[in-house]
């Protein structure tokens, strides 16, 4: 069984800047999340979809994130003014369903630096 | 007060010792109480979860919830060095539309 899919693995940008990151679920997995993981923390949730509809999004900085998931597939995490703060890994996870938020299966992240 | 709280560490440990790593909470509607392990530039892999009190065995690894005490355990019996890692808690109240908090994560390095 493939895991969650994530790109790019590493970006480095400028402040001000805009930055885009792709995630693709198990297949079959209704729910996706992305969370946010600053160095020494542990992950924290930005937004939740259940198929294409949004769960949760009380954690997103939505003057500056937005976030789509139009198929109820795939899902786009944009960042655009990217802001010094904003370096961290960002990681996407999948679950079963909105039920199997206690198994949630993680991509590798991505790496954004900000600089 | 952060909703769960993790000693990050490190915790340093000899081949085949017994681990224990431990987490806190405060909030009491959690119910389910997961542990996963994150290795050096990957994403966190589920290692064990326990719906509300209790304990759970998978192989070297036991979960305890003692949800009177707001308290977590994880042990790692006979620890090897491939178990050095960082070990996060993560707790919910739910699992239909409940946010997962983390515990900042414990450091582990089991020394051959």
């Given at each position: 069984?493939?895991?969650?899919?994530?790109?790019?693995?590493?970006?480095?940008?400028?402040?001000?800047?805009?930055?885009?990151?792709?995630?693709?679920?198990?297949?079959?997995?209704?729910?996706?999340?992305?969370?946010?993981?600053?160095l020494?923390?542990?992950?924290?949730?930005?937004?939740?979809?259940?198929?294409?509809?949004?769960?949760?999004?009380?954690?997103?900085?939505?003057?500056?994130?937005?976030?789509?998931?139009?198929?109820?597939?795939?899902?786009?995490?944009?960042?655009q003014?990217a802001?010094?703060?904003?370096?961290?890994?960002?990681?996407?996870?999948?679950?079963?369903?909105?039920?199997?938020?206690?198994?949630?299966?993680?991509?590798?992240?991505?790496?954004?630096?900000?600089? | 007060?952060?909703?769960?709280?993790?000693?990050?560490?490190?915790?340093?440990?000899?081949?085949?010792?017994?681990?224990?790593?431990?987490?806190?909470?405060?909030?009491?509607?959690?119910?389910?109480?997961?542990?996963?392990?994150?290795?050096?530039?990957?994403?966190?892999?589920?290692?064990?979860?326990?719906?509300?009190?209790?304990?759970?065995?998978?192989?070297?690894?036991?979960?305890?919830?003692?949800?009177?005490?707001?308290?977590?355990?994880?042990?790692?019996r006979?620890?090897?060095?491939?178990?050095?890692?960082?070990?996060?808690?993560?707790?919910?109240?739910?699992?239909?539309?409940?946010?997962?908090?983390?515990?900042?994560?414990?450091?582990?390095?089991?020394?051959?």
């Amino acid at each position: 069984e493939a895991g969650v899919a994530q790109s790019p693995r590493y970006k480095i940008i400028e402040k001000r800047q805009s930055v885009a990151f792709w995630c693709n679920p198990i297949s079959g997995h209704a729910t996706l999340y992305w969370y946010q993981q600053i160095l020494g923390q542990g992950p924290k949730l930005l937004i939740q979809f259940q198929n294409n509809g949004v769960v949760d999004d009380s954690q997103l900085p939505k003057d500056r994130f937005s976030a789509e998931r139009l198929k109820g597939v795939d899902s786009t995490l944009k960042i655009q003014p990217a802001k010094l703060e904003d370096s961290a890994v960002y990681l996407c996870a999948s679950s079963l369903g909105n039920l199997g938020g206690h198994e949630q299966f993680f991509g590798p992240g991505t790496r954004l630096t900000v600089l | 007060q952060k909703e769960v709280e993790q000693d990050p560490g490190p915790l340093s440990v000899p081949e085949g010792a017994i681990v224990s790593l431990n987490c806190t909470y405060s909030n009491s509607a959690f119910q389910y109480f997961m542990w996963y392990r994150q290795y050096s530039r990957k994403g966190p892999e589920l290692l064990m979860y326990t719906y509300s009190s209790g304990n759970k065995e998978d192989g070297r690894f036991t979960a305890q919830v003692d949800k009177s005490s707001k308290y977590i355990s994880l042990f790692i019996r006979d620890s090897q060095p491939s178990d050095s890692a960082t070990y996060l808690c993560a707790m919910s109240a739910g699992t239909g539309g409940f946010k997962t908090i983390f515990g900042a994560g414990t450091r582990l390095f089991v020394k051959a």
